[in-house]
Nanobody, 121 residues
Framework: QVQLVESGGGLVQAGGSLRLSCAAS????????MGWYRQAPGKQREFVAS???????NYADSVRGRFTISRDNAKNTVYLQMNSLKPEDTAVYYC???????????????WGQGTQVTVSS
């Protein structure tokens, strides 16, 4: 069984910063891409950022230059450093990871339970 657990969400004023963490645990053989998505009230879940096992990154245009994704492969953990936060960044943030379990042959995408980020104006 594999679990992804996010932490680091909270309430922050506009212009402030937060750092999200997401740790994967369980029977993990290999992790490919790890990423962050978010879902605001009444909106669809949207891509925020992703990072490959080799460190290649991708960002949504709305966060590029303000957010930084990184990962610690030894800890199976992905981070999202969010700076210059805006009220429109308010959402539930979810991490996901493309994981090959120990003894398995295929990769499957797993999701965390989400962490709330609220940015006040």
């Amino acid at each position: 069984q594999v679990q992804l657990v996010e932490s680091g969400g909270g309430l922050v004023q506009a212009g402030g910063s937060l750092r999200l963490s997401c740790a994967a645990s369980g029977s993990i053989f290999r992790i490919n891409v790890m990423g962050w998505y978010r879902q605001a009230p009444g909106k669809q879940r949207e891509f925020v950022a992703s990072i490959s096992s080799g460190g290649s990154t991708n960002y949504a245009d709305s966060v590029r230059g303000r957010f930084t994704i990184s990962r610690d492969n030894a800890k199976n953990t992905v981070y999202l450093q969010m700076n210059s936060l805006k009220p429109e960044d308010t959402a539930v943030y979810y991490c996901n990871a493309d994981i090959q379990q120990g003894g398995g042959h295929f990769f499957f995408v797993y999701w965390g339970q989400g962490t709330q980020v609220t940015v006040s104006s």
